[in-house]
């Protein structure tokens, strides 16, 4: 899963909390695609709380947790995935030449 298999959407709240609910976008809704998982937040007065909230609740969902465990299922072990991914070609070494970054020739 990536970020870009989320969609998020953020709205104005009503209910307590008076004019400033009325300015701030802070409610939060996540739609994870694949899954078609959702997760929605409006309590909180911050965004940024708002948004984990959502997240949360959509990872708990029963539509995500099927959607991963075949992720899980149909894919390399983890052990698989960390040798491919630790492959010589997959790696980028860097050194400090003269206080800057470059990048080493393998």
Same mark, same amino acid.
């Not at 990536?2 to 739609?31: H, L, M, P």
């Not at 007065?45 to 947790?65: D, G, H, I, Y």
């Given at each position: 899963?990536?970020?870009?298999?989320?969609?998020?959407?953020?709205?104005?709240?009503?209910?307590?909390?008076? #004019?400033? @609910? $009325?300015?701030?976008?802070?409610?939060? /809704?996540?739609?994870?695609? !694949?899954?078609?998982?959702?997760?929605?937040? =409006?309590?909180?007065?911050? #965004?940024? @709380? $708002?948004?984990?909230?959502?997240?949360? /609740?959509?990872?708990?969902? !029963?539509?995500?947790?099927?959607?991963?465990? =075949?992720?899980?299922?149909?894919?390399?072990?983890?052990?698989?995935?960390?040798?491919?991914?630790?492959?010589?070609?997959?790696?980028?070494?860097?050194?400090?030449?003269?206080?800057?970054?470059?990048?080493?020739?393998?």
């Amino acid at each position: 899963m990536t970020k870009d298999d989320c969609e998020w959407q953020y709205f104005r709240v009503g209910g307590n909390g008076g #004019q400033k @609910q $009325n300015k701030t976008s802070s409610g939060a /809704r996540v739609i994870h695609h !694949p899954s078609g998982a959702r997760g929605e937040s =409006r309590e909180q007065r911050s #965004q940024l @709380q $708002n948004r984990k909230a959502a997240f949360k /609740r959509m990872v708990e969902t !029963p539509q995500f947790k099927v959607w991963i465990n =075949r992720q899980l299922a149909s894919g390399p072990t983890p052990e698989e995935r960390v040798a491919q991914e630790m492959a010589p070609q997959n790696l980028k070494i860097e050194t400090r030449v003269n206080g800057k970054w470059t990048e080493q020739d393998s």
